[in-house]
């Protein structure tokens, strides 16, 4: 499966409320949704695994993989196309072994200093941010701006996907900076159309 990072779906069940999490993520992936990650840190690993396996089989035949945030346990009994985790989650080597070499691994990135340590090797692409403060997660580390960004980017050897608090009028300046694509939550989820708001972000992206 080809990695695309332009436009990263995390999702927030709180925000999908009103539509579902399944229908907005169907929607997004009409609009243009390139990756979706599944992201729940309320709920038990029981929950996410059937919430990811019923999105799995959503998105057969899309093309568009599905990524767990985290929780390795979840990614494994799901068959999810991989893991996304940040510096104090799972490590790398040991979601390498048990996911196998076509899983798509990414890595949360904030320094310079955690980017040199990171094992390239055995990832396929970064999250590099938050690029803004992000209401979505108040532990986040500090905003890194697009000159930040940029910096990450320059010196890394993988992709990089620019997260945290980024809306449409970021896109271009994401990929000024070198992103090789956009992580967005409550740009799609949560709004009236996702599909539309992903078709837009999208539009943007590929225009910019």
């Known amino acids: 499966m080809s990695l695309d990072l332009s436009l990263y779906l995390v999702t927030d069940a709180g925000l999908c409320t009103e539509k579902g999490l399944e229908r907005t993520v169907e929607e997004a992936v009409a609009g243009g949704v390139s990756i979706v990650q599944l992201r729940d840190k309320q709920a038990s690993d029981v929950a996410m695994i059937e919430q990811a396996r019923r999105l799995k089989s959503l998105l ?4 568009v993989p599905l990524i767990i945030n985290d929780r390795l346990e979840v990614a494994i009994a799901s068959q999810a196309n991989g893991l996304h985790v940040g510096q104090t989650d799972a490590t790398i080597e040991q979601a390498r072994q048990a996911l196998g070499k076509e899983a798509i691994i990414g890595l949360s990135v904030n320094t310079l200093t955690q980017l040199s340590r990171a094992p390239t090797s055995l990832l396929d692409y970064f999250g590099f941010g938050p690029v803004f403060a992000t209401p979505s997660k108040g532990d986040h580390e500090p905003p890194i701006g697009f000159d930040g960004l940029a910096a990450l980017v ?6 990089g996907v620019a997260i945290g608090g980024l809306k449409t009028a970021h896109i271009r300046a994401a990929k000024r900076s070198g992103a090789a694509g956009v992580a967005v939550i409550s740009a799609i989820c949560g709004q009236t159309s996702p599909r ?4 837009h972000l999208a539009r943007q992206w590929a225009d910019a």
């Open 154 to 159: 320059s010196a890394s050897p993988l992709p």
């Open 60 to 63: 057969a035949g899309t093309g």
């Open 196 to 199: 539309d708001s992903a078709q």
